[in-house]
């Protein structure tokens, strides 16, 4: 554990208005130890887990944490602000925040320290400790172990109920629950809530056994355990894994923050339902599919809300697609770049290849990258299928794919496919089944009759209409021009530019390269609005923090620099440290600037074989010069927004009277509305 925290790393007056300046504070920290390699990078890994789920506590505790391979050790760093800091917690702003950092392959030894540290801010002596702390010396020995909180009184060693009076006490079997915990990073939550349900069961009197599916390992129940237990919880974020175990019991299905914040009432509701009789319908099928993530306020996966589910299953299958979509395309725009774009038509290059021929080295990395390509959809289709039933919806997901490319039905059919895939094997999945049945339901019967049933139905219902659609929606691309252009460009622009990485971009990004499919002059100058647009955000980002330095951090300059190389090269997630800083200023103004290269890029009429590249595929952009003027002229757009409104900020009186202070206010400036 010496390993994990020092002095160095420990700040007593965090000064910190938001949890992203205490993340950056609390990180910069951990750059100085040499213990984070890149901040900006760090800083993004967290800002996408704090995405996932508010990480505040009740009790004051805000508790950032995320793998990331900016991380070259466990760290961990401890702030204390007096004002508090919004964490997203229901009874408001945190005065404890501690920053965990596991590099991506870290070891299980340092994780079980991580995990121990976890269930210790579930004792309120080791908080009030924390607050009580005088220097950084000795509240990191505290939160080494090495100086404890408190000797526990006679009686009340870790785990030993001190209640007067319970129903083992009294000659009567206490009620006995299992429970299971898991959060998407197995770092923190998992163990905090298994920690609080222990707890809230020692002062109810009800014996609770918990079982963490995180990253500190994963040791089941015993069976005999199970057999015995009256109820089952689950607080979960991702999926609980063997399920079955469980079948025949109560069940208490919630996310993880509900495991911590409210473990009394999750008990009482345990009790309910086995008062009642009431016994969760888990089946041998549920071993092969995903429960889902749970949704940020702890109600369970199960009552995530529609269109939310719908975009994590369409966001699945795209994130699967991105990597052939990259390969496919870069490979097929060398080989533009080296024969020309008539070595499409070449030869198979099995029959026909010269070694020192450069256009038989072009047709080879074409045929390779029509080869990837052609995946492309039946991909799409088959992990949208696998994001809502999981492996056995497979099968019929890639058949379904496979099919929507025979009837020329595209990447509508794909999507379409790909959701009839997962709704037809989710179905199944839900039909009682013989015990002898189950064994080989999800790898014969369930792949089986769902690749039946999706092949039907793509085949002679809705192939055919799919099919008409993707034509109509092809032959409209295709003859876009002047306005209609021009408002389709200032949309793919937006997209592109508000989330950065995000669902929207993700969206707008999908909707490009399932054009690069069946390439047509209208698709090709989507992808070049799409690609043009997102370079836009760091390349403002980088000539703001070149021609302003001053109303931007030193941090946030040296993340300039890095934005020049990350916007060239079509990385947009290169100015999410700006956006999460500093989210009411940034994010409107690269918005403008995306939407304003998308018009004038189709405007322009440029066009775009390759999906990804940046500058560095300018070769096989049609209309280069006109494109790289659109880009310019979205990055000046955006750059004069934010530094006007970061401009008018920084000369806003200072409320607090703080203005004068410094004489540099370099590391003063706001980061946050």
Same mark, same amino acid.
């Given at each position: 554990?010496?390993?994990? *925290?020092?002095?160095?790393?420990?700040?007593?007056? /965090?000064?910190?208005?938001?949890?992203?300046?205490?993340?950056?504070?609390?990180?910069?920290?951990?750059?100085?130890?040499?213990?984070?390699?890149?901040?900006?990078?760090?800083?993004?890994?967290?800002?996408?887990?704090?995405? @996932?789920?508010?990480?505040?506590?009740?009790?004051?505790?805000?508790?950032? &944490?995320?793998?990331?391979? &900016?991380?070259?050790?466990?760290?961990?760093?401890?702030?204390?602000?007096?004002?508090?800091?919004?964490?997203?917690?229901?009874?408001?702003?945190?005065?404890?925040?501690?920053?965990?950092?596991?590099?991506?392959?870290?070891?299980?030894?340092?994780?079980?320290?991580?995990?121990?540290?976890?269930?210790?801010?579930?004792?309120?002596?080791?908080?009030?400790?924390?607050?009580?702390?005088?220097?950084?010396?000795? %509240?990191? +020995?505290?939160?080494?172990?090495?100086?404890?909180?408190?000797?526990?009184?006679?009686?009340?060693?870790?785990?030993?109920?001190?209640?007067?009076?319970?129903?083992?006490? +009294?000659?009567?079997?206490?009620?006995?629950?299992?429970?299971?915990?898991?959060?998407?990073?197995?770092?923190?939550?998992?163990?905090?809530?298994?920690?609080?349900?222990?707890?809230?069961?020692?002062?109810?009197?009800?014996?609770?056994?918990?079982?963490? @599916?995180?990253?500190?390992?994963?040791?089941?129940?015993?069976?005999?355990?199970?057999?015995?237990?009256?109820?089952?919880?689950?607080? &979960?974020?991702?999926?609980?894994?063997?399920?079955?175990?469980?079948?025949?019991?109560?069940?208490?299905?919630?996310?993880? #923050?509900?495991?911590?914040?409210?473990?009394?009432?999750?008990?009482?509701?345990?009790?309910?339902?086995?008062?009642?009789?009431?016994?969760?319908?888990?089946?041998?099928?549920?071993?092969? #599919?995903?429960?889902?993530?749970?949704?940020?306020?702890?109600?369970?996966?199960?009552?995530?809300?529609?269109?939310?589910?719908?975009?994590?299953?369409?966001?699945?299958?795209?994130?699967?697609?991105?990597?052939?979509?990259?390969?496919?395309?870069?490979?097929?725009?060398?080989?533009?770049?080296?024969?020309?774009?008539?070595? +499409?038509?070449?030869?198979?290059?099995?029959?026909?290849?010269?070694?020192?021929?450069?256009?038989?080295?072009?047709?080879? /990395?074409? @045929?390779?990258?029509?080869?990837?390509?052609?995946?492309?959809?039946?991909? $799409?289709?088959?992990?949208?299928?696998?994001?809502?039933?999981?492996?056995?919806?497979?099968?019929?997901?890639?058949?379904?794919?496979?099919?929507?490319?025979?009837?020329?039905?595209?990447?509508?059919?794909?999507?379409?496919?790909?959701?009839?895939?997962?709704?037809?094997?989710?179905?199944?999945?839900?039909?009682?089944? &013989?015990?002898?049945?189950?064994?080989?339901?999800?790898?014969?019967?369930?792949?089986?009759?769902?690749?039946?049933?999706?092949?039907?139905?793509?085949?002679?219902?809705?192939? #055919?209409?799919?099919?008409?659609?993707?034509?109509?929606?092809?032959?409209?691309?295709?003859? $876009?021009?002047?306005?209609?252009?021009? *408002?389709?460009?200032?949309?793919?622009?937006?997209?592109?530019?508000?989330?950065?990485?995000?669902?929207?971009?993700?969206?707008?990004?999908?909707?490009?390269?399932?054009?690069?499919?069946?390439?047509?002059?209208?698709?090709?100058?989507?992808?070049?609005?799409?690609?043009?647009?997102?370079?836009?955000?760091?390349?403002?980002?980088?000539?703001?923090?070149?021609?302003?330095?001053?109303?931007?951090? #030193?941090?946030?300059?040296?993340?300039?620099?890095?934005?020049?190389?990350?916007?060239?090269?079509?990385?947009?997630?290169?100015?999410?440290?700006?956006?999460?800083?500093?989210?009411?200023?940034?994010?409107?103004?690269?918005?403008?600037?995306?939407?304003?290269?998308?018009?004038?890029?189709?405007?322009?009429?440029?066009?775009?074989?390759?999906?990804?590249?940046?500058?560095?595929?300018?070769?096989?952009?049609?209309?280069?010069?006109?494109?790289?003027?659109?880009?310019?002229?979205?990055?000046?757009?955006?750059?004069?927004?934010?530094?006007?409104?970061?401009?008018?900020?920084?000369?806003?009186?200072?409320?607090?009277?703080?203005?004068? +202070?410094?004489?540099?206010?370099?590391?003063? %400036?706001?980061?946050?509305?």
């Amino acid at each position: 554990m010496s390993e994990l *925290i020092t002095a160095e790393l420990v700040d007593l007056d /965090l000064s910190a208005a938001t949890k992203d300046a205490a993340a950056r504070s609390l990180a910069e920290r951990m750059v100085a130890a040499h213990r984070v390699t890149d901040l900006d990078g760090f800083l993004a890994d967290v800002a996408a887990r704090e995405a @996932q789920m508010p990480t505040g506590l009740d009790g004051g505790i805000g508790i950032p &944490h995320c793998r990331s391979e &900016h991380v070259n050790a466990p760290t961990l760093a401890f702030g204390r602000s007096a004002a508090g800091i919004d964490f997203g917690a229901a009874d408001g702003p945190a005065d404890l925040v501690f920053l965990i950092a596991a590099p991506a392959g870290a070891d299980d030894d340092h994780l079980t320290i991580l995990s121990g540290l976890a269930r210790r801010l579930m004792d309120p002596e080791f908080t009030a400790a924390l607050r009580a702390g005088r220097d950084p010396a000795s %509240v990191a +020995a505290l939160i080494r172990g090495e100086a404890p909180a408190e000797e526990p009184a006679p009686g009340e060693e870790a785990g030993e109920d001190t209640e007067p009076e319970t129903a083992e006490a +009294a000659g009567s079997a206490p009620f006995r629950i299992v429970a299971v915990t898991s959060c998407p990073t197995g770092i923190a939550h998992t163990y905090m809530a298994a920690e609080s349900l222990a707890a809230a069961g020692r002062a109810e009197g009800v014996e609770v056994t918990v079982e963490t @599916q995180g990253s500190g390992g994963f040791k089941k129940l015993d069976p005999a355990v199970i057999a015995a237990a009256d109820a089952v919880i689950w607080a &979960h974020d991702v999926e609980v894994r063997e399920r079955t175990r469980f079948r025949g019991k109560p069940l208490v299905d919630v996310g993880v #923050k509900a495991g911590i914040n409210r473990p009394a009432e999750l008990i009482a509701e345990a009790r309910r339902k086995a008062e009642r009789g009431e016994i969760a319908a888990v089946s041998e099928a549920d071993d092969d #599919k995903g429960s889902g993530d749970g949704d940020a306020d702890g109600s369970g996966a199960d009552h995530t809300h529609f269109g939310v589910r719908l975009r994590t299953y369409l966001m699945s299958g795209v994130s699967y697609m991105v990597p052939f979509v990259a390969a496919g395309g870069l490979l097929i725009a060398l080989s533009f770049a080296i024969g020309g774009y008539e070595i +499409a038509s070449a030869k198979s290059v099995a029959d026909h290849f010269v070694w020192g021929e450069a256009d038989s080295w072009a047709a080879l /990395l074409n @045929q390779i990258g029509s080869a990837a390509f052609a995946f492309l959809v039946p991909v $799409l289709a088959g992990y949208i299928a696998y994001g809502m039933a999981d492996r056995p919806a497979l099968v019929p997901g890639f058949v379904g794919g496979s099919i929507a490319l025979t009837v020329n039905a595209g990447f509508l059919g794909g999507l379409v496919a790909g959701l009839l895939a997962g709704a037809v094997v989710m179905a199944i999945q839900r039909v009682p089944v &013989h015990a002898t049945l189950r064994g080989i339901m999800p790898v014969l019967v369930i792949p089986l009759i769902a690749s039946a049933v999706v092949g039907f139905l793509m085949f002679i219902v809705v192939g #055919k209409p799919i099919a008409s659609l993707q034509n109509a929606l092809t032959d409209w691309l295709s003859g $876009l021009s002047g306005s209609n252009a021009v *408002i389709l460009g200032v949309v793919l622009g937006l997209m592109m530019c508000f989330d950065m990485g995000g669902p929207l971009n993700k969206v707008a990004y999908a909707f490009a390269v399932g054009g690069l499919a069946d390439p047509t002059d209208g698709s090709l100058k989507v992808m070049a609005a799409v690609m043009a647009a997102g370079m836009v955000p760091p390349l403002a980002m980088a000539l703001a923090t070149t021609v302003r330095k001053k109303l931007f951090t #030193k941090t946030e300059r040296e993340n300039g620099r890095a934005a020049w190389v990350l916007g060239a090269s079509f990385i947009t997630e290169g100015a999410i440290p700006f956006a999460a800083a500093d989210p009411l200023r940034v994010i409107p103004s690269v918005m403008a600037g995306g939407a304003v290269t998308g018009a004038l890029s189709m405007a322009f009429g440029a066009t775009l074989r390759a999906p990804h590249g940046g500058v560095f595929v300018v070769p096989l952009i049609g209309e280069p010069f006109l494109y790289l003027l659109a880009i310019a002229a979205g990055t000046l757009v955006a750059t004069a927004l934010v530094v006007l409104l970061k401009g008018a900020r920084r000369a806003a009186p200072d409320p607090a009277g703080a203005a004068g +202070a410094s004489g540099s206010g370099d590391s003063r %400036v706001p980061v946050a509305a």
